[in-house]
C-alpha cells in the first residue's frame, strides 16, 4: 500500500500501475488529508464561514468537497467571505490587514502541514494578533496506519511510507509498522524512479522474509525527522481523537489546540451549529481510503461523479484516488 | 497537499529566507529548520522549509536513478 495521496497520483499519472508484475498490486491509502475530512468537521468550516464578520481561509481543494448541505464553494457564491490560502503566512498576513475581522484559518493536513499552523499560532501569540484563529482539523499519520493494520480483510505485504509526512516524523515513526505487525516499511520520494525504487526494496524485504524500516527518500527524510518542527508541534498542540472518514474515529490521531492556545480555537471562540451530519448516497470513498475497495468499483465513478461535479471527497482533491484514477485511470486498463 | 518541492536559500533574514524556485524568487519561512544556510537546498512546503535537503543523498539517488534508467535501455 502507498499510504500518501501524492504517490498514488504520482503512481497513476506515471503509468507505473502496467509496468508492475501481475504479483504486485499496489493498493492507495488514506494519506489524503481532504478525502479523509469527516463530513461533520467539513460542516463546521461551512458554517463558521457563515459566522457573520468572519473570513474563512482555505487550502484550495477543500473549497468544492461537498459536506452534509453546502460546500465552502457554495457558502462563497451565497456570499460569505471564504478566501483560497496557500500558507499560514498568508493567512496571518490577512488578520494583519484586516485587524478588525475575524479571520479563520481551517486547519487541515498531516504532520507536514501542522508544523507550519503551530508556527503561525506562535508567531501570532508572539505579535498579540487578536483576530487569528484556527479551525485545527489536523491529524497525525502513525494512529491512522494503526488502525489500519488492525481492520481485518486489510493484508498488506509492505508499506510505502508518506515521504513530506516522514520528514517532519522521522522514519522512526513507523518502527511500529515493522516490529509489531511485520510489514516491510520504505519511506519514498515522489519521482517515478524514487516509487519504482522503494517498491523494490519492499519486494527485496519480502524475499528476504525481512520487515524493518528503510529510506528511498534520504535527501529529505532523516531517521529521527525535523526536531524543530516537531517541538513545535508539541507547543501548540495535544494528542486528541479525530474522526476520518473510513476509519471512523481514531484515538489520538487528532491534533487539537493546547490550553495555552485555546484563544486561537475557532472550535471554542466561535458558537457554531453545524447540523445533523449526512454522507452523500452511494459514494464509497470510505472503503477506498482504506484499500478495501478500488475507485471503479464505485457505481457512480465516472458517471455522476467526475471531476467537474464531484460527488465525494476523493474525486475533488488532486490527489484523492478517485480522481486519480479518473484523470489518469484510461491507461491503466 | 503534504506537496513539496525543493528551493534554493539565497539569503537568510533572521526567521525569513529568500529562496529561489523555478527561477522565481520566494520569500520563505525558515522557522522550521534553524540550521539552513545559504546555498542549501530545502523542501518548501506552504511557504515554510520543513527540511534541507542532504547534497550528498541527492547526487547519490540521481546516480541510482541514471543506473536504473540505463539498465531499462539495455533491456529493451
Ligand atoms: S467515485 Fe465519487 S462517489 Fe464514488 S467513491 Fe469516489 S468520490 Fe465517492
Known amino acids: 500500500m502507498e499510504f500518501c495521496g501524492s ?50 481561509l482555505t487550502f484550495g481543494d477543500m473549497m468544492k468537497v461537498p459536506g452534509s448541505r453546502s460546500s465552502l464553494e457554495k457558502a462563497r457564491a451565497e456570499g460569505a467571505d471564504v478566501r483560497i490560502v496557500y500558507s499560514a503566512l ?35 501569540q508572539h505579535e498579540g494578533i487578536e483576530n487569528y484563529f484556527v479551525l485545527s482539523l489536523h491529524k497525525v499519520c502513525p494512529p491512522a496506519i494503526q488502525s489500519l493494520l488492525e481492520l481485518e480483510g486489510v493484508q498488506l505485504q509492505g508499506l510505502i511510507c508518506p515521504g513530506h509526512v516522514s520528514a517532519i516524523t522521522g522514519s522512526l515513526a513507523w518502527d511500529f509498522v515493522a516490529d509489531r505487525y511485520h510489514v516491510p516499511c520504505v519511506v519514498a520520494g515522489f519521482e517515478p524512479m524514487d516509487i519504482l525504487q ?16 528503510e529510506i528511498a527518500y534520504r535527501r529529505g527524510v532523516r531517521r529521527e525527522g525535523n526536531p524543530k518542527a516537531l517541538e513545535l508541534m508539541d507547543m501548540v498542540f495535544e494528542p486528541s481523537e479525530a474522526r476520518w ?18 484563544r486561537f480555537d475557532a472550535g471554542l471562540v466561535f458558537d457554531i451549529d453545524a447540523g445533523p451530519t449526512m454522507s452523500p448516497a452511494g459514494c464509497i470513498c470510505g472503503a477506498i481510503l482504506m484499500g478495501v475497495k478500488a475507485p471503479p468499483e464505485c457505481r457512480l465513478f465516472g458517471k455522476a461523479c467526475t471531476p467537474a461535479a464531484p460527488v465525494g471527497p476523493c474525486m475533488v482533491s488532486s490527489e484523492g484516488s478517485c480522481s486519480a484514477y479518473y484523470l489518469y485511470g484510461e491507461a491503466c486498463v | 497537499m ?34 539552513v544556510q545559504v546555498g542549501d537546498y530545502v523542501l518548501l512546503h506552504t511557504g515554510y522549509a520543513i527540511s534541507v535537503l542532504d547534497e550528498e543523498e541527492a547526487e547519490e539517488t540521481l546516480r541510482l536513478f541514471e543506473d536504473m534508467a540505463s539498465l531499462e535501455e539495455g533491456l529493451s
Open chain 1, 7 to 56: 504517490h498514488t497520483t504520482s503512481i497513476m499519472k506515471n503509468g507505473l500501475r502496467q509496468l508492475l508484475p501481475p504479483n504486485i498490486r499496489m493498493v492507495s491509502g488514506p494519506g489524503c488529508p481532504v478525502c479523509v475530512t469527516d463530513n461533520a468537521d467539513l460542516d463546521k468550516a461551512i458554517a463558521l464561514a457563515g459566522v457573520p464578520g468572519v473570513v474563512l
Open chain 1, 245 to 262: 472518514r473510513g476509519l471512523g474515529v481514531v484515538p489520538g490521531s487528532g491534533l487539537a489546540l493546547r490550553e495555552a492556545f485555546a
Open chain 1, 90 to 124: 498568508n493567512a496571518l498576513q490577512i488578520a494583519r490587514d484586516t485587524p478588525w475581522r475575524p479571520v479563520v484559518l481551517v486547519g487541515i493536513g498531516f504532520e507536514t502541514t501542522a508544523p507550519t499552523i503551530a508556527a503561525s499560532l506562535l508567531q501570532a
Open chain 1, 198 to 213: 522503494s517498491i523494490n526494496m519492499l519486494v527485496e524485504q519480502v524475499e528476504r522474509g525481512e520487515s524493518k524500516v
Open chain 2, 2 to 35: 503534504c506537496l513539496a518541492i525543493p528551493a534554493l536559500v539565497k539569503s537568510i533574514n533572521g526567521d525569513e529566507a529568500e529562496a529561489e524556485l523555478g527561477g522565481l524568487s520566494l520569500n520563505i519561512s525558515i522557522v522550521l529548520t534553524p540550521e
